[in-house]
C-alpha cells in the first residue's frame, strides 16, 4: 500500500517537474525569437523553412488521403443517421461543421504529432545521447534557438496550414459521396455548405490547430532532451512523445470545444 | 590577445557535485597553468568526467568555484559565457559530430555562427585544420562514413577551428588501436607547440597519459588523490595510484557477515 | 590591428600591426585583396604583426591564390617566430614565399634569373 502511494508521489512530482520543463522551453523559444538577433544569435531563417517543408509539405499526400476518407466517413454515417428523419439533405451541414470545427484539427494533429512530433524526440533523444546537445552548449549555441525554435515555428505555421487544407479536402471528401448517394450536384452541394459556414467555424478549428502544433512540438523536445540510456531510451522517448501529444491534443481539443461553445 | 595571464587558465576550488542525492566530487581544487597540458586521470568512477562536465559549465556544482581564463563559470552572465566559450574547444569521446552535416559543415559551424568571416576564408580555415589532423578531402562526407579514428580528428578539427586558447579532450584514445591513438597524443603535442594551447586531458588510459602529459591529476571516488608531474605519479607510494598504474583490481576487504547479508538480503 | 602601405622596389609593401584575429582578419584580407588586384606585387610584412590567427592565415592564403591566378608576386616578409609556428602547423611554410627581410627581397629583385 505505502508502496503504491510512493509510487504515485513520484509520478506525480515527475509530471509537474516535465510540466516545469515544459513551460520554462516555451518560454525560453519565445525569449529566443524576440531577442534572438539582439544577442547575435539570430533564428536561423532557412532551418525553419527546412522544417517547414519537413512537417508541412512533405505531409500533403498522407493528410489529403486522410482528410479525404474522413469526410466520405461523414457523409455515410451522416446519411445513414439523418435518413431516420427523412432529413438527408441536411447532411451539407453536418460535414461542413464537423470537418472544420472537429475533425481536420484532430486528424491533421494526431497524424502529425505521430510522424513529425516522434520525429522530434527521435532526433534530439539521438543527440542527447551522442552528446551532440553537449556540443551544441560548448560551441556556445543555445539548442532551444538552434533546434526547438525553427521547429516550434514551423509547427504554428504548418499545422493550421495543413488544417486549413484538410478542411477544403474533407469537405470535397464528403460532396463526392453525397453528389453520388442524395443525387444532387457538386455546384449545389458547395452553395449550400458556403451558405452553412461562417468565418468563426473554420477560425475555431484553425486555432483549435495552432494549440496543437505547440503541444506536438513541446512534447517532442521534452521528452527528446530527457533522454538517457542509449538507444533504448531513445526508443522509449519516441514512443512516449507520440501517446503524450496525442492524449494531450484530445484533452485539450475538450476543454477548447467546451469553452468555445458556451 | 597575447598578454600573459599571470593566474591559472583554469582555476577550481572545492568543487562539490551530486547527482541526485548522491555526492560525486568532495571538494576537488585544481589548477592548470598557460600553456600547459593537464592529464586528469581515473578509473571509471572516479568522477573524472563530471569534473570535465563541470568545468564545461554543462553542469551546475552544488558548491565551489570554478574559473576559466579569469572568469567565474558559476557566476557569469549567458552572454559572458558565450563570449568565453569562443576561447574554449572541446572533443567529446565520441567525437559529437553533428550527424546531419558533412565533416566540412560540422567544422566550419562555430564559424559560421560567431564570427561574420567571409565564406571563403571560412572555406579555407576548414581545409587547413582537416590538413593538420590529416584529413584532408574528406570535408563532404558524412560524419557516419567516417572511422572511429577519423571522427576523433575530425572532433579535434572542430574542437581547433578558433584557435582556443584552451582545449579540452575526452577520453582522446578510448576506442581506437594504438597506432592511431599514439598519432592523436602527437598531434596534441603539435597543436600545443604552434598555439601556445592550454590543454586539458580526461583519459584512463596510462600510455597516452605518459605521452602527453605536463602534470597529471589523479582522482579516485571523487578525491583527489595527487597532483604532480609524470615521475612524481609514478613513483607514488600511494597503494590506490599504485593499483591504478599496475592496472590491479580494487581489494576489497569482506566483512563475512554484512556479505552474507547482502546475499541473502536480509537487513541488519 | 592597424596597416600602412608602402612601395619598395617595385613591391606594395603592407605592414600589419597587432593582432590579426577573427575580428580583424576581415580587414587585412580586404586591403591585401584589393593591392592584389590593382595588379600590384605584394609583400605583407609581419614583424608588427603580435599575433596570427587561422583567419589571419587563411587570408594571406587567399591573397597567394589570388596573385597566382593574376601573375603577380606575392610573399611574406619579417616573419616572427610565433607566427611562423602557426604557420608550420599547417605546413604552409613551405608553400608562401617567405623573406627574412625588405634587403633580401631587393636583392633577388636586382638580379634577374
Known amino acids: 500500500m505505502l508502496r503504491y502511494i510512493e509510487k504515485i508521489g513520484r509520478a506525480t512530482v515527475g509530471s509537474i517537474e516535465e510540466l516545469g520543463y515544459a513551460s520554462s522551453l516555451l518560454a525560453e523559444s519565445f525569449y529566443w525569437i524576440v531577442f534572438g538577433a539582439r544577442r547575435g544569435q539570430a533564428v536561423s531563417v532557412s532551418a525553419t523553412f527546412y522544417q517547414m517543408l519537413q512537417v508541412g509539405i512533405a505531409a500533403i499526400p498522407i493528410c489529403a488521403a486522410l482528410s479525404f476518407a474522413v469526410g466520405i466517413m461523414l457523409a455515410i454515417q451522416g446519411i445513414n443517421t439523418l435518413k431516420a428523419f427523412g432529413a438527408e439533405s441536411q447532411v451539407v451541414v453536418g460535414i461542413a461543421l464537423s470537418v472544420t470545427r472537429e475533425f481536420a484539427p484532430l486528424i491533421i494533429g494526431i497524424l502529425i504529432a505521430g510522424r513529425s512530433g516522434s520525429a522530434i524526440a527521435a532526433r534530439v533523444g539521438t543527440m542527447q545521447v551522442s552528446q551532440e546537445i553537449d556540443a551544441l552548449r560548448v560551441i556556445g549555441i543555445s539548442p532551444v534557438r538552434y533546434l526547438v525554435v525553427p521547429a516550434l515555428l514551423a509547427m504554428i505555421v504548418m499545422v493550421p496550414t495543413l488544417t486549413f487544407f484538410a478542411d477544403i479536402v474533407g469537405m470535397f471528401g464528403g460532396a463526392f459521396f453525397s453528389v453520388l448517394e442524395l443525387d444532387i450536384s457538386m455546384q449545389a452541394y458547395i452553395d449550400r455548405t458556403i451558405k452553412a459556414l461562417v468565418v468563426d467555424d473554420v477560425m475555431q478549428g484553425l486555432w ?8 506536438i512540438a513541446i512534447v517532442g523536445f521534452v521528452n527528446g532532451f530527457s533522454v538517457s540510456g542509449g538507444a533504448e531510451g531513445v526508443g522509449k522517448a519516441t514512443t512516449r512523445s507520440v501517446v503524450q501529444a496525442i492524449s494531450l491534443i ?7 470545444t467546451f469553452y468555445l461553445n458556451h | 590577445m597575447n598578454k600573459k595571464i599571470a593566474e591559472p587558465v583554469v582555476e577550481v576550488q572545492s568543487l562539490v557535485a551530486h547527482y541526485g542525492s548522491c555526492e560525486v566530487l568532495h571538494g576537488v581544487d585544481l589548477s592548470i597553468q598557460d600553456g600547459e597540458i593537464m592529464v586528469i586521470m581515473g578509473g571509471s568512477g572516479s568522477g573524472k568526467s563530471t569534473v570535465l562536465r563541470h568545468m564545461l559549465g554543462l553542469n551546475t556544482p552544488t558548491s565551489g568555484v570554478i574559473k576559466l581564463l579569469g572568469q567565474d563559470i558559476t557566476h557569469i552572465s549567458a552572454s559572458k559565457m558565450d563570449a568565453l566559450r569562443r576561447n574554449i574547444g572541446v572533443s567529446f569521446q565520441g567525437g559529437a559530430l553533428f550527424n546531419s552535416m558533412t565533416v566540412g559543415e ?10 561574420q568571416l567571409d565564406e571563403k576564408t571560412i572555406r579555407i580555415m576548414c581545409r587547413m585544420k582537416l590538413e593538420l589532423v590529416n584529413l584532408a578531402g574528406f570535408e563532404n562526407l558524412m560524419p557516419a562514413q567516417l572511422s572511429g579514428g577519423m571522427v576523433k580528428r575530425a572532433a579535434l578539427a572542430r574542437a581547433i577551428i578558433m584557435d582556443p586558447k584552451l582545449l579540452f579532450f575526452d577520453e582522446p584514445s578510448a576506442g581506437l588501436d594504438p597506432v592511431v591513438s599514439a598519432e592523436l597524443d602527437e598531434l596534441i603535442l603539435r597543436i600545443r607547440q604552434a598555439m601556445k594551447t592550454t590543454i586539458v586531458v580526461v583519459t584512463h588510459e596510462l600510455d597516452s597519459t605518459f605521452r602527453i602529459a605536463d602534470r597529471i591529476t589523479v582522482l579516485d571516488q571523487g578525491n583527489i588523490l595527487m597532483v604532480g608531474a609524470i615521475d612524481e605519479v609514478r613513483n607514488s607510494k600511494n597503494k590506490r595510484i599504485k593499483d591504478l598504474l599496475e592496472r590491479r583490481a580494487r581489494e576489497i576487504k569482506i566483512d563475512a557477515e554484512e556479505y552474507l547479508n547482502r546475499l541473502t538480503g536480509e537487513t541488519g | 590591428m592597424t596597416y600602412k602601405i608602402t612601395q619598395y622596389a617595385g613591391y606594395s609593401v603592407i605592414h600589419l600591426e597587432g593582432d590579426v584575429d577573427l575580428s580583424t582578419s576581415p580587414n587585412a584580407r580586404k586591403i591585401i585583396l584589393e593591392c592584389i588586384e590593382a595588379k600590384n606585387n605584394v609583400l605583407v610584412d609581419l614583424s608588427g604583426v603580435d599575433y596570427i590567427d587561422s583567419s589571419g592565415v587563411a587570408s594571406l592564403v587567399e591573397g597567394y591564390q589570388l596573385a597566382k591566378s593574376g601573375n603577380t608576386e606575392f610573399g611574406l616578409v619579417n616573419v616572427s617566430q610565433a607566427a611562423l609556428d602557426v604557420l608550420q602547423l599547417a605546413r604552409l611554410d613551405t ?19
Open chain 1, 208 to 215: 483549435k490547430s495552432v494549440v496543437f502544433a505547440v503541444i
Open chain 1, 250 to 256: 484530445i484533452v485539450a481539443d475538450m476543454v477548447f
Open chain 2, 106 to 115: 560540422n567544422i566550419a559551424l562555430p564559424l559560421r555562427e560567431h564570427t
Open chain 3, 95 to 113: 608553400v608562401f614565399p617567405i623573406h627574412l627581410s625588405l634587403d633580401a627581397v631587393a636583392k633577388v629583385a636586382k638580379e634577374p634569373g
